[in-house]
């Protein structure tokens, strides 16, 4: 794969859990990827196989749904019960 192509998505990625408060390194550990390899990929020392970064993408991009789902779900639990405090 194209080492900018590698490290833009990456960094989109890294944005993303940077909006909720997220680092990389706890994001591939909960995703259960290598951040060693992501670390790798992204800085140009080595060029993954598309199977193994689109899986990894994979992983990292459902990982990241999962949470902003939760602190979306807490977030409206959140304003309920402001509102029927009210």
Do not use: H, Y
């Given at each position: 794969?194209?080492?900018?192509?590698?490290?833009?998505?990456?960094?989109?990625?890294?944005?993303?859990?940077a909006?909720?408060?997220?680092?990389?390194?706890?994001?591939c550990?909960?995703?259960?990827v290598?951040?060693?390899?992501?670390?790798r990929?992204?800085?140009?020392?080595?060029?993954p196989?598309v199977n193994?970064?689109?899986?990894?993408?994979?992983?990292?991009e459902?990982?990241?749904?999962?949470r902003?789902?939760?602190i979306?779900?807490?977030l409206?639990?959140?304003?309920?019960?402001?509102?029927?405090a009210?």
């Amino acid at each position: 794969m194209r080492t900018m192509q590698v490290a833009d998505r990456i960094s989109d990625i890294e944005k993303r859990a940077a909006r909720i408060n997220l680092k990389l390194f706890p994001l591939c550990k909960a995703a259960g990827v290598s951040w060693g390899n992501l670390r790798r990929w992204r800085d140009g020392e080595v060029s993954p196989t598309v199977n193994l970064f689109e899986k990894t993408l994979a992983a990292l991009e459902l990982k990241l749904s999962e949470r902003e789902q939760e602190i979306l779900k807490n977030l409206t639990n959140a304003d309920t019960r402001e509102r029927r405090a009210s």
